[in-house]
């Protein structure tokens, strides 16, 4: 885009000022506040106690920065390969005109724009041991699972929840997607004998490879930040299987009064962050180059 | 007779979506008894009250609403004048340290508010703003995301527009505030909505920022309803859940259109 | 009409309609108090607050609830750290001498009246943390409580059964009361994988959490005693652990009992009027059983004044507290909850009304103060709960590892925690010592 001279040397200052003025105060500052603080032991209350390293130590040591890792990656898959999965599939689905189709298509979205909270209360109602998923489960004659209840199982009904919510906007992305494949191109396909699979594989998945990249880093940032469905469902148990990163650092202040160490696992994080926000930037690009 | 099949499908798969709604819905109008004694009975054996008066008794709904609402329009009408000329700036003027200064606004984007809040929960403390409106809504001031929407959506304003009005006299407050923003209307309700929506909801900060009903927000209301005590009273969550709801989806009944056309066109 | 005073009047309206959080009246001292209930109990808790408030014209307390135990807890730290914390709140014991040592609470020995309060011994903490030891007081007992048993009387009776006196009888009460079969089945026994009632089994195996010379031995034998009995009764199906991590585990069992898909549960003896006026059966409340010998711990939460409140709040906020320990508030919020009565008068007064003649499940829990251990004076022992027991509890029921193993690697954790001078058994005089250790 071709750029404007600005009228006068400042105009640019005052326009940014209130920006950057706010970033200083509410993001960089408590960036550095955590960079500095996770070299000592502090505890809110008592003076903070310079100790170096230890706190990085102590949560290697301890497995409790590899254990928040995997456990954040892991659901993190779920839910990223679930929403596109699961989105694009809706998209296929409900790509079709009629009310009727239209009314589920909003029900669907409708889960995005409904709060968190919202979600994680009605959800941990619907699997409670004694909700009614586990009722219906038994009425087919099967055994339920504990949903929220057993270490093994309670991730991925995180991720199940998860994938609930944001299936509606990986849907409409993949609709927005499906409706500029040209017409065309399926006639002519159909036209040289391709089978539905073949048309999918040959035409329909390599046009929404965008919207796929797309579709993908944002539920990846998501899922990477995922912290109100674990909060009220699980507080990042049984046994810890359900402590992602964020609610971690939750805990480690607010249940352990350790703000030194909670300090040290928010400076990986925010590393860990910064490479996700190079890949958000590089999908967007990706996403308007096709556009 | 194939329409018939199909749209049976498609209903199949919309229960999915939107039983568990249903389900809420109908134990928001159970009693105590009845969840304790058959918590999956599928209807309620009458149309009570009970849990909706519950509810309110034990929040100030009014007031938690009038909260929520003031908080998310605050921070969406603060971030949007706040990103304004940054996004003009950034988008259409060439100065030095332009690359730097989006940079910086870049790098922000993904900061969760988890990663920030003890020390600006510690700053407002100190300047006796802990617990007040201020510390809900300052903190959000800067949209990291708006204003990266903003700047792409003024980069499609050809520059000689801004170059006519310059010509005309307009003066550079009025190019940004008066002028530009009605060119890119779409992208501004967009923005406004999404702000909207996402604050309304937030569950974290107002938990850590606030102590009492002065300046509670609602989803932190109908979390504490989950209180402990006694015994789970899921008739009790499930109708202050409803009472949550029903704002967004209203909103979202009404403005679909814009929002749908907000998440595809630009990617939010 | 002005446009300013037209403005001011429609806000003012505003305020009206929305209802502002009530403010204190003019003329009053104001006094915060956080506090953490749900449901009946805080109910009775505004209620008891609003009789003070209209029994005299100085004070006005304005209760603010903050969810749950955790969550207030959490809060409070917080707000202390930037200095915006109420005058008064009420944490739970395991927390206070922390609290105590970091200087955040308001000594109480020097106030007025602060020598006539006649708490139970046990339920005050008497020896370790208040007087007795060379300790100031810092916290009075507020809801203080023993886990104890609740049968469901129509199975019991159809059993034929007494209440399991032994580990041994529970194992087979357990066995005799639940039933695998069926539409509804039913489960012998259940209570929360939790800390307190471990601390409840090791006592009852023999052993305590921290030796009295200040040792952590997690009760040795005896800890891995209650572990083991734990994953027996789950192995073999007689136990359910319920789902759910803190409260949410603890709610589970009180919904399991009421709808009887358990017989036999243990749990708090805070859930005593709500449990018997929700269900449908008789209720029945019995001790908990021994292994080689009785033992209970107690719990519950402690009235604390925070020490950097005005004076004035501090001087008002005792008012408060001592009108609460007057018998009759004792009373009053002990019969209406199930949580003990904290002073000997209240105890008197309920015995004289012949109150425990018409309820003797209230009863239960009072008499098992009898054996009743008390927590040691201990900076880090809700961390050592909190981090290093209470995963290890789930992990080994849920998934069945080794209870020896799991209990040998939380000793080595929660010593490094501990340090070595961190206990303080009884009398040793906490508030300057060992500052340097109390960070993390």
Known sequence: MSLLRPRRATDPLWMLAPTLLLLAVFFFYPLGFAVYRSLFRWDLLTPPEYVGLDNYRALIESGELISAFTTTLAFSLVVVVGAMALGLGLAMLLNRRGAFAGFIRSAIF???????????????????????????????????????GDPDVALYSLAAVTIWKIAGYAMVLYLAGLQDVPPVLYEAAALDGAGPIARFRHITWPLLRPTSAFVGTTSLIASFQVFDVVRVMTQGGPVRSTTVFVYAIYEQIFMNLRVGRASALVVVFFLMLLGLTALQLWAWRAKRGAS | MRRGAVNLGLLAVGLVWLLPYAWMVVTSFKTLPEIVEAPTAPLPSGLPLDAYQEVMRSLPLGRYLFNTLVMSLLIAALQIAVALPAAYALSKLSFRGRGVAFGLVVATLLIPAQVRFVPVFAMLADVGLANTMTALVLPFGVSAFGTFLLRQALGSVPTQVIEAARMDGASELYIVFGMLPRMIVPSLVAFFMFSFIYHYSDYFWPLVMTADDKVRTLPLGVALLREQGTGVRWHVVMAGNVLLSLPVLGLFAVAQRHLLRAVTSRGL | MSRRAWLAGSLAAGGALIGCAESIPKGRQGVDLWFSYGGKNRQLLERLVARYNESQPAIWVRPVFQGDYF?????????????????????????????????????LSDYPGAGELDFVPSLGQAGTWARGAARPLVALPFNRSTPIAYLNGKLLKEARLEPPRSWDELTEAARALGSRSGAAPRWGFECPIDWWFWVALVGQAGGQIIEPNGELSLGGEAGAQGVLLWQRLVRDRLMRPPPGRDYNAWEVVNQDFLAGRAAMIWTSTAFLRYLEENARFPVLAAPLPKHTRRAVPTGGTFFVVLR????????????????????????????????????????????????????????????????????????????????????????????????????????????????????SPGTSSGASSGRREVAE
Not at chain 1, 119 to 146: E, H, I, R
Not at chain 3, 75 to 98: C, D, F
Request: aromatic content about 10%; hydrophobic content about 45%; proline content about 5%.
């Open chain 1, 110 to 148: 409708s889960a995005y724009v409904v709060s968190w909270v919202s979600v994680a209360l009605l959800w941990m109602w619907v699997l409670d041991s004694q909700g009614v998923l586990s009722a219906w489960v038994s009425a087919l004659g099967l055994t339920p699972l504990d949903w929220l």
């Open chain 3, 71 to 107: 969550e207030c807890l959490a809060k409070l730290r917080t707000a202390v750290a930037a200095g915006a914390a109420p005058a008064l709140s009420h944490v739970v014991g395991e927390v206070v001498p922390y609290l105590a040592e970091a200087g955040v609470l308001e000594p």
């Open chain 3, 308 to 423: 950097r409140a005005p004076e004035d709040e501090k001087r008002a906020a005792w008012e408060f507290l001592r009108w609460m320990n007057q018998a009759e508030q004792s009373v009053d919020w002990a019969t209406g909850t199930g949580y003990l009565p904290v002073t000997k008068q209240a105890v008197s007064l309920l015995e004289t009304r012949g109150y425990y003649q018409e309820h003797p499940n209230d009863r239960v829990a009072y008499d098992q103060l009898e054996v009743a251990m008390t927590w040691p004076w201990s900076r880090s022992l809700f961390r050592v709960q909190r981090e290093v027991i209470q995963p290890r509890l789930e992990q080994a029921v849920l998934t069945g590892t080794p209870a020896r193993e799991l209990l040998d690697e939380a000793r080595a954790l929660a010593r490094r925690e501990l340090g070595s001078s961190e206990v």
